[in-house]
RNA sequence: UCCUCAUUAGCUCAGUUGGUUAGAGCAUCUGGCUGUUAACCAGAGGGUCCCUGGUUCGAGUCCAGGAUGAGGAGCCA
């Protein structure tokens, strides 16, 4: 027989037949007659009940079905005779794949904090909380690949190794062979790279963008969505040394279509979320944050504010409000600042655009005011900033400009160079967290818990 | 990295102004119960009070240092 998963189970009412279900046990409970057996097999947040009769079967296998335990079940699909749910499995035989000791079983059927299953993150896919964010995850990653083949963009896989350090995103990973201890050194006592394995220092990546700019100028429009690594010695519920991020590169875009495509493609995935993942956002709704449901309506059916920078520091300082840091044109905008508009005054996602060139990154298209960078940051309540893009700057002398004022390695980034050297372009993209989608997605508050197994400062278990 | 808070049974927590043998609920184990819904009822076992040092006749409790975790800030996605 063919095993059939609970979550198709569940959804049928062909009953009176002989199926086979395999999965973990919730829980398992009754009295010397009767038996009852929640099964998960992570196909779905329900359990489908079995049944057992002792009369039937021999109490030792029952022993060893303990919550945790795996086995295999085939029986009767039937009606369910008792109340809370609509069907269940009359049970003809059991096979017991694994067993789990009760006594050192850390997953118990009550209720657990979060902290402690960060803990036991290699079995904390099994219980509810974890089994809906993974499948929320893995919907999310799903409907972005969707909707970016839907419009006709070219996967591009970009390195996850990188010899250039100038992707200014912070603090890297070095990637090296060599010895250690004893690394071979140069004759002014520094290690010399050039017989490490590369031939040259090299890092993880921190952004995928400058080599998705290259796709772009030939593809037209690419997307890249990989992981990405920052050696930031951050520890907050938003921030991961390894996390996964999408960054979308289009040919012929400027900065407003940059933004149409931002929030189309957000919405397209927070809609794709409610449509397909209804049961376990309601029990996240339910269980974490009783204004989830309610909260992604809301961004789904609102068009995002659009303001630009220099108006958001005007509402900011005549809004009356007291911030720890002042409010100064120039000056990067605050969480706290961020939160203001967001969460008060706008009370929706907001697009900002047009940020002092001081405080953005060398490779933003200038404006025709010499003061401002065609940028662009998309803010989320409870998230902050979810989305960082830009129009990039396509002008060979221009962009040679600004990296000689900032004193960049220009060597290192020749062949950025030559993109607008050679049939250049305008061209925009952005880049998004991709947990920190699914964190908004999920109500999770701790992005240590919309990832399989985190990665942060002093933290690298399983 | 900075600030704040926390760390007591497998889990979640209580523990009075420093005072005898450190408690509860759940979990586990044993027994009971004719269809249960985080089943229920009864009983039992279970402790390096995070670590190191100090103050004191006496420290889970006070002090110092450290570790780990959480929240806020910075950095950022």
Redesign the pocket.
Same mark, same amino acid.
């Given at each position: 027989m063919k095993r059939i998963k609970i979550k198709e189970l569940l959804s049928t009412e062909d009953f009176d037949r002989e199926v086979l279900v395999k999965g973990w046990v919730?829980?398992?409970?009754?009295?010397?007659?009767?038996s009852?057996i929640?099964l998960n097999d992570g196909s779905v947040i329900h359990n489908i009940?079995v049944?057992v009769?002792l009369a039937v079967f021999d109490e030792s296998i029952l022993?060893l079905i303990?919550?945790g335990s795996c086995i295999a079940v085939s029986g009767t699909l039937?009606k369910?005779?008792?109340?809370?749910?609509t069907s269940?499995i009359?049970a003809k035989e059991i096979t017991l794949y694994g067993t789990a000791?009760?006594?050192?079983?850390?997953l118990?059927?009550?209720? !657990?904090?979060?902290?402690?299953l960060?803990?036991i993150a290699h079995l904390r896919p099994r219980t509810n909380t974890f089994g809906a964010v993974l499948r929320i995850r893995h919907a999310l990653a799903f409907a972005i690949h969707k909707y970016f083949n839907n419009k006709g963009f070219v996967y591009l896989h970009t390195p996850i190794i990188t010899g250039s350090d100038c992707e200014?995103?912070?603090?890297m990973f070095r990637v090296s062979t060599l010895d250690p201890v004893h690394p071979p050194l140069n004759e002014d006592g520094k290690i010399n790279y050039s017989e490490d394995f590369f031939g040259k220092e090299t890092n993880l990546t921190?952004?995928g963008q400058l080599e998705g700019e290259l796709g772009a100028m030939a593809l037209s429009e690419i997307y890249t969505f990989g992981p990405?690594f920052?050696a930031?010695?951050?520890?907050?519920?938003? !921030?991961?040394?390894e996390?996964w991020?999408i960054e979308p590169e289009m040919a012929f875009y400027e900065i407003i279509d940059n933004m149409d495509l931002a929030e189309d493609f957000l919405k397209y995935l927070v809609t794709y979320a409610l449509e397909n993942c209804k049961e376990d956002l309601e029990f996240l709704n339910n269980m974490y944050d009783k204004e989830l449901l309610k909260n992604l309506n809301f961004v789904v059916s609102n068009k995002f504010e659009r303001k630009t920078y220099s108006e958001a520091i005007d509402i900011l300082e005549k809004s009356g409000q007291k911030f720890?840091?002042p409010v100064k044109w120039g000056a990067?905008l605050?969480?706290? !600042?961020?939160?203001y508009l967001v969460e008060k005054h706008f009370k929706k996602p907001v697009i900002l655009r047009d940020y002092p060139k001081e405080?953005k990154?060398f490779y933003m298209k200038q404006n025709p005011d010499g003061k401002t960078v065609a940028a662009m940051?998309?803010l989320f309540p409870r998230?902050?900033?979810?989305?960082?893009g830009s129009q990039r700057e396509e002008n060979f002398d221009k962009l040679k400009k600004r990296i000689e004022e900032l004193n960049l390695p220009q060597k290192d980034l020749w062949w950025y160079l030559d993109t607008r050297r050679f049939g250049t372009a305008p061209h925009s993209g952005f880049?998004?967290?991709?947990?920190?989608l699914v964190l908004f997605v999920t109500g999770m508050?701790?992005?240590?818990d919309v990832i399989p197994f985190p990665r942060?400062?002093?933290?690298a278990e399983f």
């Open positions: 919730r829980t398992r409970r009754g009295n010397k007659n009767i009852f929640a009940q049944v009769d022993k303990t919550t039937v369910s005779m008792g109340q809370g749910q269940e009359q000791d009760a006594e050192t079983y850390p118990q059927k009550k209720g !657990h904090t979060l902290e402690f960060r803990e200014g995103a912070g603090e921190v952004s990405t920052r930031e010695n951050s520890n907050t519920p938003r !921030h991961l040394a996390f991020m720890e840091f990067d605050q969480s706290e !600042h961020e939160r405080i990154a940051d998309i998230i902050g900033e979810i989305v960082g880049g998004l967290g991709f947990e920190r508050s701790n992005i240590r942060t400062p002093k933290n």
